[in-house]
């Protein structure tokens, strides 16, 4: 198993952890997560695109490793989320950059 799906494996057993123990929690955000990313004036693929962005300006490895894989299976081109990432540069500045290596190690491990 690659660094990244690892990642993402431990974010979606933290995530059954937290409905067992904190189950109207979880619900309520499970329900905002899906209304978020539902179609709206946004496809999937764009929306995965800023969550990709987002995820690098935050430096959130979890985050980086879950979006770039739904980006990818929503249709994104390795191309589009490398310039989503090179917009997050922009507003994250030199650190944001250095998490591009995340999103370099789930463009492989999830372009298989």
Do not use: N, W
């Not at 904190?22 to 004036?41: A, Y």
């Not at 917009?87 to 372009?111: D, H, W």
Request: proline share 2%.
């Amino acid at each position: 198993m690659g660094e990244m799906k690892e990642a993402v494996d431990e974010v979606m057993e933290m995530m059954k952890m937290m409905s067992r123990e904190q189950p109207e929690t979880i619900r309520h955000f499970k329900e905002f997560m899906e209304s978020v990313l539902s179609k709206g004036k946004l496809d999937l693929k764009t929306k995965e695109l800023i969550a990709v962005g987002v995820a690098i300006a935050a430096r959130c490895k979890y985050c980086i490793a879950i979006h770039v894989e739904k980006a990818l299976k929503a249709g994104a081109t390795k191309e589009e989320i490398l310039e989503a990432a090179s917009v997050a540069i922009l507003m994250g500045g030199g650190p944001a950059m250095t998490y591009v290596v995340e999103v370099k190690k789930a463009l492989e491990e999830f372009s298989k």
